[in-house]
């Protein structure tokens, strides 16, 4: 059991980081996205929702390819820094990042683009800045559909399994993750340690997803 | 549309026809130790030949997964695993009969590096050095190799030195693969698969171990086809299936 609380905390961690480094990249894009038009926005939209639909493994051998030893981004980083991104916690959360991205992209960009206009011209015609405007003014009006695709990336990098497993490995303290552990468990016969580990994450999955469903935005329009 | 639909028909009948095909093969799986792959894949043909009808499907991994496999229900004619641990819990809980287990190969463990390794290890105490601060060891509790090298640290006093520096692998290819991409500085894995990738995996020193490493096949209770199960473990010890064995670098059982 001391394991399994170990795969636990180390699962939270990498989920965590992915989240919020999806924060901050997946708003910026959102709104990028939901103010600017561009020819072959479609497509760059579509591009970008890709690692959602992709099989985990796939994506798994592209990060491996691009960030191992021998890789173009990977042999760059061991040439002039020294660092091994294979088979650590951060290639772990790169992963985990990777394939939650587009949970908070797609949702931050529907939330920015429910934004009404006319709030953010008013705004506007009273002198606020860009850079105020989006932040008390469309961050505010748009924090919920955030916040749900925050949830959602969670629980998406919290299960995250292929391509955690190709890039990041099996390291127990390290980059063992609650669903590797569980592979492993069953693997082994350790059915005790399997059943444990899955009803832990299954708590915290479905937790995530109550959250998740009171912050949609039907709800609000429910509410009002 | 309506045209489309009313030859729908037609084409099922087509369909069902082509699924009935002629007389059915009478199908035989292989639950097989991923260390065999080459070999039993050689093999196969070799088995059908002899025994026309029977259709062999080959199903590959980590000795340990594949008893989980049978042991929750997987409609298996035959394990062959790669150590007497699997056999031995195999047994223990019913699933195959002492009499009918059968050793038929044997292999021997080794150390690999990647191809363009500039520090090779000579002997185990070696890997204790901070020059191998990654190696891929197969997860004990499921991968026969990975409880071999256990067993061989052990013996050597390394064991708690090298466990901090183990990738865990889920089965030996996994091992290799790690160590043929050079994200490890150095692999246990069998004599057998030391070969397979000379351009990118070089064998560095054979590990001595305490035991030798013996592989035991034997038909399931619970088999589909007895027959074929039997008749295939007694196909692994006939001289065809045995050269073919040896020339993957097994040894003999």
Known sequence: ?224 | MPRLLSRLPLVFAVLAACCAGPARAAELTVSAAASLTNALREIAPLFEAEHPGTRLQLNFGASGALLQQIAKGAPADVLASADQETMDRAQQQGLVAAARRRNFASNALVVVVPAGAAVVPRVLGDLAQPAYARIAIGLPASVPVGRYTKAALEAAGLWTAIEPRMVGAHNVRQALDYVARAEVEAGFVYATDAALMPGTVKLAFTVPTTQPLRYPAAPLNGAPNPAGAQRFVDFLLAPKAQAVLARHGFGRP
């Open chain 1, 1 to 224: 059991m001391e394991a399994a609380w170990v795969a636990l905390s180390l699962t939270l961690k990498v989920a965590g980081l992915a989240t919020a480094l999806n924060l901050v990249l997946g708003v910026a894009v959102g709104h990028a996205m939901a103010h600017r038009r561009f020819p072959g926005r479609d497509l760059l939209d579509a591009l970008l929702t890709l690692p959602m639909v992709m099989p985990p493994t796939v994506l798994g051998y592209y990060l491996l390819v691009l960030i191992g030893s021998r890789g173009p981004l990977g042999a760059w980083l061991l040439e002039h820094f020294g660092v091994r991104l294979i088979f650590t916690w951060q290639a772990a959360v790169i992963a985990a990042a990777v394939v939650s991205f587009p949970l908070v992209f797609k949702a931050a960009r529907a939330a920015f683009e429910t934004v009404e206009p006319q709030l953010e011209d008013a705004a506007r015609t009273l002198g606020i800045g860009e850079w105020a405007l989006f932040c008390r003014v469309s961050l505010p009006l748009a924090w919920r559909g955030i916040l749900a695709g925050l949830l959602l990336s969670f629980a998406r990098a919290m299960g995250e399994f292929g391509a955690t497993l190709m890039v990041a490995g099996s390291i127990a303290g390290k980059t063992q993750t609650l669903s590797i552990a569980v592979y492993e468990a069953v693997q082994a016969g350790q059915d005790d340690t399997a059943n444990f580990l899955v009803a832990v994450t299954s708590i915290v999955c479905i937790a995530v997803l109550l959250g998740a469903g009171r912050l949609l935005p039907g709800r609000v329009a429910a509410r009002a």
